[in-house]
């Protein structure tokens, strides 16, 4: 969420987003309303409308919004020099974010609603990705293929990698994800 909004707005979205994912671990998202949303946030529906068209432009704002803030937390906590170490440190964020949210992602069935929330987490999932891939890329770090295609193989794994732990986080730590996802890495980026 961008620091450069009005207080207020920023708190008003705060609001929304906390309200929102604590309703999402009661009921999905098709069956939650405008209304519901508002009244848990303490927010006028008038006001939610201002901001937003429906709930789904509004879940598509919370969804960039926490990826972002995981966004420039990879930011803080790596460099770019290296791309094992950055898609490394992605991963486990990834991983992380998972992890704090999963009480709103395990309910979640595949149906259309679904399918709308994971496009809308591989769209900005994929803009990062590329944009880091194309930086290594004139960086001079070599890749197996080309970038588009680099990219796709990349964004695949990442999100399978991911829903594999979510489905087995009994018997599979967050480190032995990641340490298994950088070994992956190295290979890709030809560092072993």
């Known amino acids: 969420m961008e620091n450069s909004l009005d207080l207020r707005i920023q708190k008003t979205y705060e609001a929304l987003i906390n309200a929102l994912l604590e309703l999402l671990t009661e009921k999905t998202l098709d069956k939650l309303t405008v209304n519901e949303l508002c009244e848990k946030a303490r927010i ?15 879940f598509n704002f919370t969804v960039k919004s926490l990826q972002e803030h995981y966004i420039a937390k990879v930011e803080e ?17 990834m991983l992380d974010a998972i992890d704090e949210y999963q009480k709103v992602l395990l309910p979640l069935q595949i149906d259309n609603t679904s399918f709308f929330i994971f496009e809308t987490a591989d769209e900005q999932l994929n803009q990062q990705l590329e944009k880091q891939l194309r930086h290594f890329y004139d960086m001079g770090y070599q890749l197996p293929t080309n ?3 680099s990219l796709q193989v990349l964004l695949g794994a990442f999100r399978q990698a991911n829903f594999w732990w979510l489905k087995n ?11 298994e996802m950088k070994k992956i890495l190295q290979w890709f980026f030809g560092m072993e």
């Open 44 to 58: 006028r529906r008038p006001t939610f409308y201002k901001h937003f068209n429906d709930k789904y432009d509004f």
């Open 77 to 93: 906590e790596t460099d770019d020099k290296h791309p094992v170490r950055y898609f490394t440190t992605l991963f486990q964020t």
């Open 147 to 149: 970038v588009d295609f």
């Open 169 to 179: 986080q009994k018997t599979v730590s967050k480190k032995n994800a990641t340490d």
